[in-house]
């Protein structure tokens, strides 16, 4: 069983419980949306969940197919109103629509698209507008119709007179295969952030893990093993909080799937010996009944010798002619005291203060480092940002002994209503806000470069001294983009 919230489930019932959730997100036109009681449905979000529900069904787990059947629905009225107006559709959007409805698997019932793709690729497009995450986009398409019966779009895209079958195919991995960077990490594939639309959520990582999957259903084997090494080795992100977003480990795991599956690397058996400076401090089996078995070790600094070079020996014993290749990861770890947490500003820059409650909103305001018990104060927080930014996450933790104070509720409103100009942001507009027991939660779907304010009540509840968390704000799908204040002790007497 798997632990999640406070239960423990099985993953059929943890399957369940979360499409529950899905489910619960669609509005009354069948379109997804990105916060519960939401009525905005947005159309890549309906496209990903549809997509995620149509794999389910392909691997024999019942969906609600009343709900699915509303999503595509949502998705082909959607798909009028907007090529209605071809105006305004970029290349970008052309190229992921047809790719997600590809996952679908209902690419060819939509004509028009069709006919557009074909008149987008060129060899100027190909070579220098596309973004890496369009051109595999398009190879996805390729290889899913060149396994189908039918076959129809896979001419369209590929073939056209007096052409062969693999031209167009062959100019996107030579382009892919120039895009790629390598370094004592391994390979990578870089988002193109000139080109780069905030819908797509093109990532490094992504990018990265979506081209060792085509290396893998091309049986390619140039490059693999460095692809896989920067994957590895880009799990330990700038910010050490946040790992790979959902999407990044999604792709990760298609692509390991599928490399696993070329290499048979489930076939091992092998012992594997660990050594510090010669002596032997572990000896682990690897077969295949523990194969994806992850294998933990700590080594005490008491074992480390200090001015000295450090010899970490791995001793690979094979029991059979399989490839019998194995991954590791090693690092140091050190804490910080909650004391001393310094800020950092890494694509964001994030500041929080805390003011005296002012006569009026004419009066200065005046920081405030202690206060009493049932004062009220104003919390305001700026964010300086460099460059435009995409579905901004900003969490500002409080000290244990206060609350935060709803102005919206008519109790508050009617005592602090004079206050109200400060209590609303200047600049920062979110569209969706949450007031939590411990801390202030926004998300905003773009930020352009520039300051922005918001400010909000706080109340002082009980005596004691407390610490404040830094308040951190990061892209929810760049997470290496990020920002957070230093801590710092805050009085209440």
């Known amino acids: 069983k798997y ?13 369940s ?30 496209l990903y969940v549809l997509e995620v529900l149509n794999n389910l069904r ?10 699915f059947n509303k999503g595509i629905n949502y998705i082909n009225i959607n798909f009028n109103k907007i090529f209605k107006d071809q105006a305004i559709l970029s290349k970008k959007f052309i190229v992921n629509l047809a790719y997600r409805l590809n996952n679908l698997g209902i690419l060819d019932n939509f004509l028009t698209l069709n006919m557009m793709l074909e008149q987008i690729l060129t060899d100027d497009y190909l070579h220098r ?16 119709k060149n396994s189908s019966e039918t076959g129809r779009i896979q ?23 120039k895009r790629l960077r390598i370094d004592g990490r391994g390979a990578y594939l870089a988002s193109d952030n000139s080109l780069l639309g905030g819908g797509f959520y093109e990532t490094t ?28 080795y880009s799990q330990k992100r700038l910010n050490p909080q946040m790992l790979f977003s959902t999407q990044d480990s999604i792709e990760i795991l298609n692509a390991f799937y599928e490399y696993l599956r070329w290499k048979k690397e ?8 660990i050594k510090l400076n010669e002596k032997l401090i572990k000896k682990l089996d690897i077969n295949p009944k523990n194969i994806f078995q992850t294998f933990e070790m700590n080594i005490p600094l008491s074992e480390i010798k200090l001015n000295e070079i450090n010899l970490l020996n791995l001793n690979r014993i094979k029991n059979n002619n399989s490839p019998n290749n194995f991954y590791f990861e090693s690092e140091m770890k050190y804490y910080l005291s909650n004391k001393n947490v310094l800020a950092r500003d890494e694509g964001f820059t994030i500041l929080k203060s805390f003011y005296y409650l002012p006569n009026n909103t004419q009066t200065p305001l005046i920081p405030a480092n202690k206060v009493k018990s049932g004062e009220v104060l104003l919390a305001k927080i700026k964010i300086i940002v460099p460059k435009k930014r995409f579905n901004v996450a900003i969490e500002d933790y409080l000290p244990a002994g206060m609350e935060i104070v709803n102005i919206n509720l008519a109790t508050e409103r009617k005592i602090f209503g004079n206050f109200v100009d400060y209590q609303s942001s200047k600049e920062l507009f979110p569209s969706h806000t949450e007031f939590r027991d411990d801390k202030l939660f926004l998300f905003v779907n773009e ?6 304010e918001y400010n909000y009540f706080v109340r002082a509840l009980v005596k004691g001294k407390y610490l404040r968390l830094p308040s951190q704000v990061w892209e929810m799908y760049f997470p290496e983009n990020f920002g957070r204040t230093n801590s710092e002790i805050f009085e209440i007497e």
């Not at 930020?447 to 922005?452: A, T, V």
């Open 205 to 232: 990582v992504k990018n990265t893990a979506r081209y060792l999957k085509l290396k893998s259903l091309l049986r390619d084997d140039l490059l693999s093993e460095k692809l896989i090494r920067w994957l590895i």
């Open 17 to 46: 419980l979360n499409l529950n959730k899905i489910y619960a997100r669609q509005n009354y036109q069948g379109g997804f949306t990105f916060w519960p009681y939401s009525s905005y449905a947005d159309i890549y979000l309906t």
């Open 266 to 273: 489930t076939t091992s058996n092998f012992s594997l010996e």
């Open 447 to 452: 930020l352009d470069p520039g300051i922005y």
């Open 129 to 144: 507008e596309a973004s890496s995450n369009e051109l595999l986009d398009l190879t996805s398409i390729y290889l899913n």
């Open 155 to 177: 001419k369209l895209l590929f073939i056209s007179e007096n052409t062969n079958l693999d031209k167009n195919l062959n100019k996107i991995l030579k382009t892919l295969e």
């Open 58 to 67: 392909n691997i024999g787990y019942p969906i609600d197919e009343e709900v």
């Open 3 to 15: 632990k999640y919230n406070s239960g423990e489930y099985t993953l059929d019932e943890l399957i």
